[in-house]
């Protein structure tokens, strides 16, 4: 039984392999993983989430992270703040470097765009950027609180991990950016039109970003 189930399973490797081949077309292949966190000298705040990806409300429980892009001038590195309830990217700034500016740019943003609750958990990685102090200083400027997961641990941080596991998957590792205002539109489109708005999400049962904040505010007052 067992040699039977392996032959029909390398048998339809082999068709779809055949017929990807026939319609022309190239499977899009993960890239290898880099280290991109460089911890900074502080211990940095403890851990509130706890891998607890939730959020009763939104405004309450955000995470962030840092990635970078690849282009034919450099780096462009992307900043990103995703509210735990909605999961909608509601803060992101993009640069060529990856200083703890870009974060508090990508924060400053989220609080613009949406209302965020006083005392509300910022959570991150331990990378220097997220230790710094200029970055503790705009956590207080903006009455949030700092969380951060344990060094070279991902799972503590999954959820930003996710979704730039998707960007890639589904944007930059299908495209070749010449330059970094190239990638930087592509992403700003994909990030607001197709992630927040269009993107369907098994965890907001089957809901978009946008549509998940407006049915808790409908319910909110109702």
């Known amino acids: 039984m067992k040699s039977f189930v392996v032959a029909v399973l ?27 966190t460089i911890q900074g000298g502080g211990p940095g705040p403890t851990d509130l989430l ?14 962030g992270d840092i990635t970078y892009i690849p282009t034919w001038e450099g780096w462009l590195y992307l900043a990103t703040v995703i509210d735990l309830h909605t999961k909608e990217v509601c803060g992101w700034a993009m640069a060529d470097h990856m200083r703890t500016e870009l974060v508090c740019d990508a924060l400053t943003m989220a609080k613009a765009h949406r209302p965020i609750t006083a005392g509300a ?11 710094s102090s200029e970055l503790g200083r705009h956590l207080t400027s903006l009455d949030m609180v700092g969380s951060m997961g344990r060094t070279g641990v991902c799972w503590d941080n999954a959820l930003a991990e996710s979704f730039f596991a998707s960007l890639k998957k589904e944007l930059v590792h299908r495209t070749v950016y010449t330059t970094r205002k190239k990638a930087s539109d592509a992403i700003a489109y994909y990030i607001e039109v197709w992630y927040n708005r269009l993107r369907l999400h098994s965890g907001l049962g089957y809901r978009t970003p946008l549509e998940a904040f407006q049915h808790h505010q409908a319910t909110e007052a109702a």
């Open 10 to 36: 390398r048998s339809a490797r082999e068709l779809v392999r055949w017929l990807m081949a026939d319609l022309g077309l190239v499977a899009c292949q993960p890239r290898p993983w880099r280290i991109t």
């Open 50 to 63: 706890e891998r607890d990806f939730t959020a009763p409300a939104p405004g309450r429980r955000f995470v």
């Open 121 to 131: 958990v910022f959570h991150s990685d331990r990378g220097c950027q997220y230790t």
